[in-house]
T-cell receptor
Framework: DGGITQSPKYLFRKEGQNVTLSCEQNLNHDAMYWYRQDPGQGLRLIYYSQIVNDFQKGDIAEGYSVSREKKESFPLTVTSAQKNPTAFYLC?????????????FGQGTRLTVV | GQSLEQPSEVTAVEGAIVQINCTYQ??????LSWYQQHDGGAPTFLSYNALDGLEETGRFSSFLSRSDSYGYLLLQELQMKDSASYFCAVRDTGGFKTIFGAGTRLFVKA
């Protein structure tokens, strides 16, 4: 079955640590995205990538880093520079063609700083 | 800048009809989408409008007016399971990125 997989589902981080969230898709999509969602809030764009080896900052990129070495994978690293990392992180993918309109989401990773 | 505005919360009774509005301001526009998200879950795609008018998919319909930078999601024959958050989203043609609104929390009461 095609889809987008995020792991882990729950992640606990000590202050000052970097952590990496995994996102893998087998939908053959060109574009991938990372969003952050805080309780009762919308989705805010962290980073996005239109193609392998290329990515762009979203609205809240500070304290985060990404890589896109393979089409299928778009990991997100939450660095110690991110002062308030506790949130729900969602990865998504989509095609970029004129007729492609739907973004597919993973089930999310809930990150908690302890 | 880019922004989407939608009401934070809407309450309706089972069996009723509810409309969730969305106004947007973007540097480019490639269509308006709607997503549903249940608590703790992933957003799922509901509908998409590229051109003005109404698109109908079962109990859900979505409308777009490009001249007014406005759209809405219409939910008919409301069911308890429709209680969720609903997000409008636009794809920015300049940046090829998808921007989401803050979401509308729908409460369906018996």
């Amino acid at each position: 079955d095609g889809g987008i997989t995020q792991s882990p589902k729950y992640l606990f981080r000590k202050e000052g640590q970097n952590v990496t969230l995994s996102c893998e898709q087998n939908l053959n999509h060109d574009a991938m995205y990372w969003y952050r969602q805080d309780p009762g809030q919308g989705l805010r764009l962290i980073y996005y990538s239109q193609i392998v080896n290329d990515f762009q900052k979203g609205d809240i990129a500070e304290g985060y880093s990404v890589s896109r070495e393979k089409k299928e994978s778009f990991p997100l690293t939450v660095t110690s520079a991110q002062k308030n990392p506790t949130a729900f992180y969602l990865c998504a993918s989509s095609q970029q063609g004129a007729g492609d309109t739907e973004a597919f989401f993973g089930q999310g990773t809930r990150l908690t700083v302890v | 800048g880019q922004s989407l505005e939608q009401p934070s919360e809407v309450t309706a009774v089972e069996g009723a009809i509810v409309q969730i509005n969305c106004t947007y301001q973007t540097s480019g526009f490639y269509g308006l989408s709607w997503y549903q998200q249940h608590d703790g879950g992933a957003p799922t795609f509901l509908s998409y409008n590229a051109l003005d008018g109404l698109e109908e998919t079962g109990r859900f319909s979505s409308f777009l007016s490009r001249s007014d930078s406005y759209g809405y999601l219409l939910l008919q024959e409301l069911q308890m399971k429709d209680s969720a958050s609903y997000f409008c989203a636009v794809r920015d043609t300049g940046g090829f990125k998808t921007i989401f609104g803050a979401g509308t929390r729908l409460f369906v009461k018996a």
